[in-house]
């Protein structure tokens, strides 16, 4: 008997499910990777690099050019007690405390990114009474064979993760963390500046506030001679009233000034202490200040090439820029696939016993895929918004590399103006003390009053009055010139 004959299949319908299987594959493909990378165009802007700044801070070439400032500038003043006032200043002033909070929370942010992107070791335990249900579908066989009633479902796991951080995801996270630390800890050196400055500031003032109430009182004691002279003559009918009451009104108004010069100097200790984080009572401590004489500083050589280096704001700004660059990129990988690696080992039992027991193991090991199908709109308002902080953080940088330029700009021709305006004082006392000394001498000789004289005194006292409100103007101006230059920062 011929044997039956069989029916095989057609060979090309295997061939043609397994390509419409593939097309079918690649196309799903295609679209998920044409979903996962539909980026939005950048909307961001550039750090400015086009401030022209070489004309307008011109600096001496050679043995006269000037030199950067040291990191302990206040100490060129020579006062040991400004020193001191500084240190305690660095040590209790609230405003240096806040900087510092501030650095230890980005340090902390940046370690706990940092150990975020490591691989994760975990352990899970848990002991539970559990019932389980008889009418899941299984076979009415098996329904002898599965537990009933509560039974202690006992589950202990070891599990890893790790994340591969693909496409620069990791890579940008570590790096903008990086950048936030950095900036935070050009933050609290620029904190330190910045009360270091508001001290000397004070501190000058405090000298200005002490020579100008020894000028009033001199002028208020020639007041009081003047006075004293006319009220004389006015005895003898050689002085009419009005002149007297002039002069009364006159040495009025000076005692008045005078009471005022010694309130504003109680108030200049209240701030300084203030300043330095210490109660009002710190003040009645602080000397008259003794600091070294004036000094006219000139621009370094470098100073429009390496300024950007040497200021601490700008440098925090430059990197508050870095790390919002950092953060697009990282926003920027969410629109691509994202991989994790999981892994858990342990065992589950439904009675104590089979803890010892080796089929009690489970475990899991593979990787994990997440595909943002259909976040695109959560997905663009993301990195517009990170766009957006990236813009505010460039624009910060450029407001502070302008402000950096204008800052040593004006400093440099303060400092130059003053210069001349001391020089013309200096002239002026130099005058009006060779007048008085001419008035003296005719005195002696009987050839002029003591009005006379005293006239010639309150004259000097003037000229010496205006040099010491310039004298504070330059000591200002070179504080002015020392924070500009960076008060000695230098980026690494």
Same mark, same amino acid.
């Given at each position: 008997?011929?044997?039956?004959?069989?029916?095989?299949?057609?060979?090309?319908?295997?061939?043609?499910?397994?390509?419409?299987?593939?097309?079918s594959?690649?196309?799903?493909?295609?679209?998920?990777?044409?979903n996962?990378?539909?980026?939005?165009?950048?909307?961001?802007? %550039?750090?400015?690099?086009?401030?022209? %700044?070489?004309?307008?801070?011109?600096?001496?070439?050679?043995?006269?050019?000037?030199?950067?400032?040291?990191?302990?500038?206040?100490?060129?003043?020579?006062?040991?007690?400004?020193?001191?006032?500084?240190?305690?200043?660095?040590?209790?002033?609230?405003?240096?405390?806040t900087?510092?909070?501030?650095?230890?929370?980005?340090?902390?942010?940046? =370690?706990?990114?940092?150990?975020?992107?490591k691989?994760?070791?975990?352990?899970?335990?848990?002991?539970?009474?559990?019932?389980?249900?008889?009418?899941?579908?299984?076979?009415a066989?098996?329904?002898?064979f599965?537990? $009933?009633?509560?039974?202690?479902?006992?589950?202990?796991?070891?599990?890893?993760?790790? =994340?591969?951080?693909?496409?620069?995801?990791?890579?940008?996270?570590? $790096?903008?963390?990086?950048?936030?630390?950095?900036?935070?800890?050009?933050?609290s *050196?620029?904190?330190?500046q910045? #009360?270091?400055?508001?001290?000397?500031?004070?501190?000058? @003032?405090?000298?200005?506030?002490?020579?100008?109430r020894?000028?009033?009182?001199?002028? $208020?004691?020639?007041?009081?001679?003047?006075?004293?002279?006319?009220?004389?003559?006015?005895?003898?009918?050689?002085?009419?009233?009005?002149?007297?009451?002039?002069?009364q009104?006159?040495?009025?108004?000076?005692?008045?000034?005078?009471?005022g010069?010694?309130?504003?100097?109680?108030?200049?200790?209240?701030? *300084?202490?203030?300043?330095?984080?210490?109660?009002?009572?710190?003040?009645?401590?602080?000397?008259?200040?003794?600091?070294?004489?004036?000094?006219?500083?000139?621009?370094?050589?470098?100073?429009?090439?390496?300024?950007?280096?040497?200021?601490? =704001?700008?440098?925090?700004?430059?990197?508050?820029?870095?790390?919002?660059?950092?953060?697009?990129?990282?926003?920027?990988?969410?629109?691509?696939?994202?991989?994790?690696?999981?892994?858990?080992w342990?065992?589950?039992?439904?009675?104590?016993?089979?803890?010892?027991?080796?089929?009690? #193991?489970?475990?899991?090991?593979?990787?994990?895929?997440?595909?943002?199908?259909?976040?695109?709109?959560?997905?663009?308002?993301?990195?517009?918004? %990170? @766009?957006?902080?990236?813009?505010?953080?460039?624009?910060?940088?450029? $407001? %502070?590399?302008?402000?950096?330029?204008?800052?040593?700009?004006?400093?440099? #021709?303060?400092?130059?103006?003053?210069?001349?305006?001391?020089?013309?004082?200096?002239?002026?006392?130099?005058?009006?003390?060779?007048?008085?000394?001419?008035?003296?001498?005719?005195?002696?000789?009987?050839?002029?009053?003591k009005?006379?004289?005293?006239?010639?005194?309150?004259?000097?006292?003037?000229?010496?009055?205006?040099?010491?409100?310039?004298?504070?103007?330059?000591?200002?101006?070179r504080?002015?010139?020392?924070?500009?230059?960076?008060?000695?920062?230098?980026?690494?």
């Amino acid at each position: 008997m011929p044997s039956p004959k069989t029916f095989n299949a057609p060979v090309f319908a295997p061939a043609f499910l397994k390509k419409a299987a593939s097309l079918s594959t690649l196309a799903i493909a295609a679209a998920l990777l044409a979903n996962c990378a539909s980026v939005p165009d950048s909307q961001t802007i %550039a750090p400015r690099t086009d401030l022209a %700044a070489t004309q307008s801070l011109p600096s001496e070439n050679g043995p006269n050019a000037g030199q950067w400032p040291s990191q302990d500038w206040w100490k060129g003043f020579n006062d040991p007690q400004l020193n001191a006032l500084i240190d305690e200043a660095f040590a209790n002033s609230p405003d240096i405390q806040t900087a510092d909070a501030r650095l230890l929370k980005a340090v902390a942010s940046s =370690d706990q990114i940092a150990e975020s992107l490591k691989p994760s070791l975990s352990f899970n335990g848990s002991i539970t009474e559990t019932q389980s249900s008889l009418n899941m579908g299984y076979p009415a066989a098996f329904r002898d064979f599965l537990p $009933k009633g509560y039974h202690p479902l006992t589950r202990a796991t070891i599990g890893a993760n790790y =994340d591969l951080g693909l496409w620069g995801k990791a890579k940008a996270a570590r $790096k903008g963390a990086f950048a936030q630390g950095k900036g935070a800890e050009v933050e609290s *050196i620029a904190a330190r500046q910045d #009360i270091a400055v508001a001290v000397a500031r004070a501190y000058v @003032e405090l000298d200005r506030l002490y020579q100008q109430r020894d000028d009033l009182a001199s002028v $208020k004691a020639n007041s009081d001679s003047r006075l004293h002279l006319m009220q004389a003559r006015a005895a003898h009918n050689l002085e009419p009233k009005d002149s007297i009451l002039t002069n009364q009104d006159d040495q009025a108004r000076l005692a008045a000034r005078l009471s005022g010069a010694e309130a504003a100097i109680k108030l200049q200790n209240n701030l *300084i202490s203030a300043l330095v984080g210490a109660g009002p009572d710190r003040g009645l401590t602080i000397q008259r200040p003794n600091l070294a004489p004036v000094e006219f500083a000139s621009l370094p050589a470098d100073a429009s090439l390496n300024l950007l280096g040497r200021r601490p =704001d700008v440098e925090a700004a430059r990197l508050m820029v870095e790390a919002q660059a950092q953060n697009v990129k990282y926003t920027k990988a969410g629109f691509y696939p994202d991989v994790k690696f999981n892994a858990d080992w342990g065992i589950q039992t439904l009675d104590f016993e089979g803890l010892t027991r080796h089929d009690s #193991i489970i475990g899991d090991i593979g990787p994990a895929i997440s595909l943002p199908l259909f976040a695109q709109g959560r997905l663009r308002a993301q990195y517009r918004g %990170a @766009e957006a902080d990236y813009n505010s953080a460039v624009a910060n940088y450029n $407001k %502070a590399l302008v402000t950096a330029l204008h800052q040593v700009s004006d400093a440099a #021709i303060n400092t130059k103006s003053t210069a001349d305006q001391i020089g013309e004082a200096k002239t002026r006392v130099d005058s009006a003390k060779q007048a008085y000394d001419l008035v003296n001498l005719r005195v002696q000789r009987n050839l002029s009053s003591k009005l006379d004289l005293i006239d010639a005194q309150v004259k000097l006292t003037s000229a010496e009055l205006d040099l010491s409100d310039l004298t504070a103007q330059a000591y200002n101006n070179r504080i002015s010139l020392i924070a500009a230059l960076g008060g000695g920062f230098q980026s690494n």
